[in-house]
């Protein structure tokens, strides 16, 4: 049977689609890059803002529109909160959200063998009576389609209760993949021939507490992998990048690229929303990070238009991300979420001002990113092959997460590790093409 995986989100949603595909392939099915010709469509779904879940809503709509297309299962964090709207959308979309979702990873068994008209009654009879519980890390992908780099689920979930936030209701509390099962996994997707792995979580810096927390795992990775395995992490919280944690990203094996979402550098408007630090502290932490990795590419997430936030906590957030000097934000406006403590907060910024806040984080963004990257002009990198463009060229992207083409060679293949030098860079190229070393 054809299989459509769509995904929305984040990087653990990216990790959980690639078990999905996996399993498909595994079980004899085909899983192609377009929903054309593909009886079963499945959705993978952010919550995050209202703008995502429209747009899964329209993602769905055309799918269990699209004739030949007998079901179209919606999973991820959309589906785990909204279940009943989404079903609603027609008789053949299925919401498969919350602890249930792993059990999707037995359906593509369950389909052997049916043909391509019998793809909805099958899905029905699948999706009726789900268990109401099961294992979050089933999903462990060792074979990625849609990706060179190799992905390792190691926590879900998250404890803190940010007034804004509905992933935390979509994913429950957090949990922590076994230490020892985790390094296990890491070990086999090296022997698989994977030269970098991303460590994803919900809140990865929240791994393994209370504990050694995320500089134990980071630790026995880092013991027990080969000089030439890369370690990435997906995106840390501030508020548990602890001493031994950084000590230990001086480690050259650990990429040069550190999301941490930030939110706003505005006391007050941290307050409001429950994070669990000040401007300061995360100030201090990014400082930390740059006195072991100075080379480092730091990106962050900024949520324009929090309630609190007005004129001068706005110029306080303004000064405190040109203070970090990040490469990149990815600036979001501030979307109310249902069910969550800010949904009808009075006290945020009228739209038009939220939206011109968030315009001004996008101008400021765009100015830190052109100097990192001038910064960057005659270095070298290790980049990582991602995919063949047209004529000789490659798509490749750098430990620092900068991406980057550059001219095919002998016995080049999607996966492989291949160190270049940067040209001069003034910022604004579209296109950055690097030289083999």
Not at 138 to 160: E, I
Not at 204 to 210: I, N, R, S
Request: hydrophobic share 40%.
């Amino acid at each position: 049977m054809n299989v459509w995986i769509y995904t929305l989100g984040c990087r653990l949603n990216q990790c959980e689609s690639e078990a999905l595909a996996q399993a498909f392939v595994s079980a004899g099915h085909r899983v192609l890059p377009s929903a054309e010709g593909c009886p079963l469509c499945i959705i993978n779904t952010c919550t995050v803002t209202a703008k995502a879940e429209q747009k899964a809503r329209r993602v769905i709509r055309q799918c269990s529109r699209t004739p030949g297309v007998g079901a179209v299962i919606v999973t991820g964090c959309y589906a785990a909160v909204s279940a009943a709207a989404l079903a609603d959308i027609g008789d053949n979309v299925f919401p498969v959200g919350g602890p249930a979702k792993s059990a999707l990873l037995q359906l593509p068994a369950y389909l052997s063998g049916a043909s391509d008209s019998e793809a909805g009654e099958r899905v029905r009879s699948f999706c009726t009576g789900l268990p109401a519980s099961s294992d979050p890390f089933a999903f462990a992908a060792t074979d990625f389609t849609f990706h060179s780099r190799a992905y390792l689920k190691v926590q879900d979930g998250c404890d803190n209760h940010c007034f804004y936030c509905r992933v935390r209701i979509a994913r429950g509390k957090s949990v922590s993949l076994d230490r020892t099962e985790a390094v296990s996994r890491a070990l086999a997707l090296q022997a698989a021939g994977y030269h970098e792995i991303v460590l994803t979580g919900c809140n990865l810096t929240m791994y393994g507490l209370p504990g050694e927390g995320l500089a134990g795992l980071v630790g026995d990775l880092l013991t027990a992998l080969g000089p030439d395995m890369r370690l990435r992490f997906s995106s840390m919280e501030p508020d548990h990048i602890d001493p031994p944690l950084v000590e230990l990203l001086s480690d050259k094996r650990i990429q040069p690229y550190f999301h941490i979402p930030i939110q706003s550098g505005s006391d007050t408007v941290l307050r409001r929303v429950n994070r669990h630090y000040t401007a300061a502290e995360a100030l201090r932490i990014i400082g930390d990070l740059r006195r072991v990795r100075p080379e480092a590419f730091f990106a962050c997430d900024v949520i324009a238009g929090l309630p609190g936030e007005d004129d001068e906590a706005f110029e306080e957030t303004k000064a405190f991300v040109e203070e970090c000097r990040f490469a990149h934000m990815h600036v979001f406006p501030f979307s109310p979420r249902p069910d969550t403590e800010l949904y009808r907060a009075k006290d945020r910024p009228p739209e038009s001002v939220r939206d011109a806040r968030a315009e001004q984080l996008r101008q400021l963004s765009q100015r830190m990113h052109a100097e990192y990257l001038a910064s960057c002009s005659g270095t070298q990198a290790e980049v990582i092959l991602e995919s063949r463009l047209e004529g000789n060229l490659w798509k490749a992207l750098s430990g620092n997460y900068i991406e980057v083409v550059l001219d095919d060679g002998p016995g080049m293949h999607r996966g492989d590790l291949v160190k270049v030098r940067f040209p001069h860079l003034s910022g604004k190229e579209e296109t950055i093409k690097v030289s083999r070393v």
